[in-house]
């Protein structure tokens, strides 16, 4: 409800006259598994990215929710911070620290790039041990500001790798998938395959389930 009964003053006081108002989605992708499609925000990303002068940043674990809220606090910007209710795995130690637009490697690999935000990073990081075990080495990137994009890094990762996967919980229409396509397509043409929602609603049942349905973890 944030980026659709919101998205009015959004518009008006965030993206056209640029007050520094922070909106924090906390229930987004499927975390709210079982208030059903009328409460899973698998469109925000697209909607709030979609907004000029507003900034796109998606939390990937308890450490990172702290240094976003704590920078969303200090910086003058629009911003939309995406939260999650699912319980998290620890990707990072207290300290770490973050930098916004820029993305981090948190797994090295040469075969094939996997881009993922959220909670699927985690994901991520255990299907690339399990794609070690075949003999293809993955490099995962956590990329938590979606807007501004982290192009350096995914140029850099495209090219050393050939190949890349994006994995987000959202819809592929306008999330992180298309911010990478649209930049690779410009800068430097690559295979992408895009993992999220494909152009429809979510379910009711538990959140674990429901991202298994939807073939976003195994």
């Known amino acids: 409800a944030l980026t659709s009964i919101g998205l009015t003053a959004a518009r008006a006081l965030g993206s056209y006259s640029k007050l520094p108002i922070k909106m924090a989605g906390a229930y987004a992708g499927m975390s709210d598994a079982f208030d059903g499609p009328s409460h899973h925000a698998l469109e925000d990303i697209a909607v709030m990215r979609s907004l000029p002068n507003f900034k796109v940043l998606v939390a990937s674990d308890a450490t990172q929710t702290d240094w976003l809220v704590k920078h969303a606090i200090e ?3 629009p911003m939309y911070l995406r939260l999650s209710r699912d319980v998290f ?5 207290e300290g770490e620290v973050f930098e916004e637009g820029k993305g981090k490697v948190v ?12 909670i699927l990073v985690s994901k991520a990081l255990a299907a690339a041990e399990e794609l070690a075990k075949e003999g293809i080495d993955a490099m995962v990137i956590n990329m938590a500001t979606i807007k501004p994009l982290d192009e350096e890094l995914v140029l850099a990762a495209a ?12 819809s592929v229409i306008g999330g992180l998938g298309e911010a990478v396509c649209s930049l690779l397509s410009e800068k430097l043409p690559t295979p992408v395959k ?11 049942g538990p959140a674990v389930d429901l991202l298994k349905q939807f073939g976003l973890c195994a």
Do not use: M, Q, W
């Open 194 to 204: 895009r993992i999220g929602v494909n152009d429809e609603f979510g379910h009711s």
């Open 107 to 118: 797994r090295e690999g040469t075969d094939a790039t996997v881009i993922a935000c959220g």
């Open 159 to 170: 090219k050393k790798c050939g190949k890349v996967i994006t994995c987000e919980e959202h």
């Open 89 to 93: 795995p620890d990707l990072y130690a």
């Open 75 to 77: 910086d003058p910007s």
